[in-house]
């Protein structure tokens, strides 16, 4: 006896014919009839009074009938009380991230989470690369990507990625695209190059001395001995835009942040920034504590698994223009 001859034996009941009752359950009234005889064999009484009119259950059949109703709702609830258990992994995991790198990737990061582990909560704190570094060495972090920072105290860091500096703004009369160094195959999808002492020479519009971007191209200027001609200064990254989009001046700005600068116009600039070539590299950071994960839950594990294939796959696919790093978990 199973509960497929129960839920056959009810529906004949209710339908009190074999043959309505067989067009029901989409199978072949032979063959219900052959279930019927079966579960009657099994029980050794006779379940159904059969006559031109239809079939109605006897005694034992109105007995079984009963019981077999209540056998598969039993059996119903207790698929929802184990569909209802906890399935897969469930904790929270806190996820601090440069702003420019968070619309890339944390994006496309949480929507797979979201699919493949779905009792995983990620908080993300997306700031300044200097806070980036604040909020692991606080512990207010679990996973951290540093900007330029190879090695943190007190800290377990590994290499993640590494991606170019771009030079980007309007070029209304062409002056600057004619000073480019040779530009790839058309076609090709690859940036021209851009000489940094052409680029500092340009009207600029950068951040303030505090921000890692504005940093990098001092450190650029310097080894070159190239002053840089800045003729807009502003903490606020809405503000750069602006002004770069308007076209007062143009700017420096990682590979990850070009979905954010999107062509406008056709006397839009996007040039890769050499001599020096300008990368900003990213280091994947996390706790001691936490690095191995030792509550066994294998959460930290798992969306350190995810960033590493997401990365993977935004790199595979062009949508960021980076190198990537053995940043797969520690074993």
């Not at 079966?38 to 079939?55: M, N, P, T």
């Not at 944390?106 to 990620?122: E, N, Q, S």
């Not at 504005?214 to 840089?228: I, N």
């Not at 790199?315 to 978990?329: F, H, K, L, M, Y």
Request: charged residues 20%; aromatic residues 6%.
């Amino acid at each position: 006896m199973d509960l497929r001859s129960l839920r056959y034996f009810i529906a004949v009941v209710e339908a009190g014919s074999l043959s309505r009752a067989a067009g029901s359950l989409y199978i072949a009234q032979p063959a219900l009839t052959a279930q019927i005889k079966k579960l009657e064999s099994e029980l050794g009484a006779q379940l159904l009074e059969r006559s031109h009119a239809g079939v109605t259950p006897t005694q034992a059949g109105v007995l079984l009938y009963q019981d077999a109703r209540r056998l598969l709702s039993d059996a119903v609830a207790m698929r929802e009380r184990f569909r209802r258990l906890p399935d897969g992994l469930e904790g929270s995991v806190t996820i601090a991230v440069p702003f420019l790198l968070s619309s890339l990737l944390m994006g496309p990061l949480l929507a797979h989470l979201k699919d493949t582990h779905p009792r995983i909560r990620v908080f993300v704190l997306d700031d300044l690369s200097l806070m980036v570094r604040k909020a692991m060495l606080d512990r207010r972090a679990d996973i951290g990507l540093l900007v330029d920072t190879p090695q943190v105290e007190g800290l377990a860091c590994r290499p993640f990625a590494h991606e170019s500096m771009y030079f980007c703004g309007h070029d209304p009369d062409g002056r600057v695209h004619a000073l480019l160094q040779t530009p790839p195959p058309a076609g090709s999808g690859a940036r021209p190059d851009i000489d940094f002492a052409v680029a500092a020479a340009q009207p600029l519009v950068l951040q303030s001395r505090r921000y890692s971007i504005r940093q990098q191209v001092e450190d650029a200027a310097s080894r070159r001995g190239t002053p840089l001609n800045i003729v807009h200064e502003h903490d606020s990254a809405r503000v750069i835009r602006s002004l770069y989009a308007c076209g007062a001046g143009f700017t420096f700005t990682p590979a990850c942040a070009m979905g954010d600068t999107p062509a406008m116009g056709p006397d839009w600039l996007v040039a890769r920034v050499v001599n020096p070539q300008m990368t900003r590299m990213y280091t994947l950071a996390t706790a001691p504590d936490r690095d191995r994960d030792p509550g066994g839950s294998g959460v930290l594990h798992a969306v350190l698994q995810t960033l590493a294939e997401v990365t993977q796959r935004l790199v595979a696919t062009g949508r960021w223009d980076a190198e990537i790093a053995d940043a797969s978990p520690s074993p």
